[in-house]
């Protein structure tokens, strides 16, 4: 079974960073994409970025030119590098293994983290 953990979210101000980090243990199959998803109080969930095992990576439009998704296979670990972040950037930040569209097909979710709070004061 796939555990992810976030850690990395905070309080920041219009035009703060913030790394978020997600730790994958049980997670050996790297056909699967890994992603980081957001959702606001209120709003529908929304990719944020997907990395595949090849490196290759899709954005969200709102998210193109601030933020990186990368991962370390020798840590086990995905990270979201969030620059100059907005008010709107505020919601929980989720890391997923599978559940996204990657590499020309749906695959399914097998893992998701509990999330970690993002909020962007202006």
């Known amino acids: 079974q796939v555990q992810l953990v976030e850690s990395g979210g905070g309080s920041v101000q219009t035009g703060g960073s913030l790394t978020l980090s997600c730790v994958a243990s049980g997670y050996t199959d790297s056909r699967f994409c890994l992603a980081w998803y957001r959702q606001a109080p209120g709003k529908e969930r929304e990719e944020v970025a997907v990395i595949a095992s090849d490196g290759s990576t899709t954005y969200t439009d709102s998210a193109k030119g601030r933020f990186t998704i990368s991962q370390d296979n020798a840590k086990n670990t995905l990270y979201l590098r969030m620059n100059a972040l907005k008010p709107e950037d505020t919601a929980s930040y989720y890391c997923?293994?599978?559940?996204?569209?990657?590499?020309?097909?749906?695959?399914?979710?097998?893992?998701r983290g509990q999330g970690t709070q993002v909020t962007v004061s202006s």
């Open positions: 997923l293994a599978g559940g996204v569209y990657c590499r020309g097909a749906y695959q399914p979710l097998i893992g």
